[in-house]
Each structure stands twice: as C-alpha cells, then as structure tokens.
C-alpha cells in the first residue's frame, strides 16, 4: 500500500525537483540581503530610464564593482533588463518576467503539495492562515 503511494507521488517529486532546479538563479538572486536591498531602492526610483549601476552603487553604499556584479546576478536570474543609450546603460525590472513566472509556479505547486500531503500537514497550514 505505501509503495502505491510512493509511485503516485513520483510525477510530482520530478516535477517539483524540475521546478526548484529551474528556480535556482532566481532564488539564489533572491536569498541575498543586498541584492534585496538593491530591487527595494530600484522598486522606489522614480527613474523612467531604470539606473545605472553608479546610482545603484550609491544607493546601496557599495563599490560600483560590487555593484555591477550584484546588478548581473539579478539579470543573469531574468530579474533585470537592460536598456543602453549612447554610452549609457541603465537597469530596471524586467516587464516580462519569465523568471517570475517560473517562480510562482514553483509557489503554487509548493502550496498544492502541502495542502494534498496525507499527514495532517494541511491542517497545520489551514491553522496559520486563520
């Protein structure tokens, strides 16, 4: 009988290892402190243009090197897109996120495996949402 349920949970353990792996550069972008201090003071720019990674070294008390390698990390992860002017370049959020995308998509089944997990882990949720 448990073997029975192993098997019906294999489809969604490949499914969710696919997910998380598709996920990494979007999570690893997210689980650092400076780069989410960085998106928070781009999220409240006023900037039309997006910023360049001199006023993201400024806002973020970092080297511009450091700032750049940051800034090309949340890229690199689809957080980010670039826009050049001239000699230019400026960052912004990305309007089409397919990383974002992807991500809720791994929320969302996340949230589907615990609420149909046959321990008692349901209620739990259920219990902290209230």
Known sequence: ???????????ECLQLARLLKNNTPIL????DETRQHIMVQMI??????????SEIAEIASLS???ASRHVQI??????LDVQKEGTRTYYRFSKDSKALEELMQLLSFSLHLLETMPDGCNENLKENEA
Do not use: D, F, Y
């Open 44 to 53: 409240l720019s006023t900037s039309e243009h997006g910023q360049r990674v």
């Open 1 to 11: 009988m448990a073997e029975a349920s192993h098997e019906k949970k294999k489809p």
């Open 74 to 79: 949340l890229k690199n992860a689809g957080l």
């Open 64 to 66: 511009r090197a450091a």
């Open 28 to 31: 690893q972008a997210l689980g």
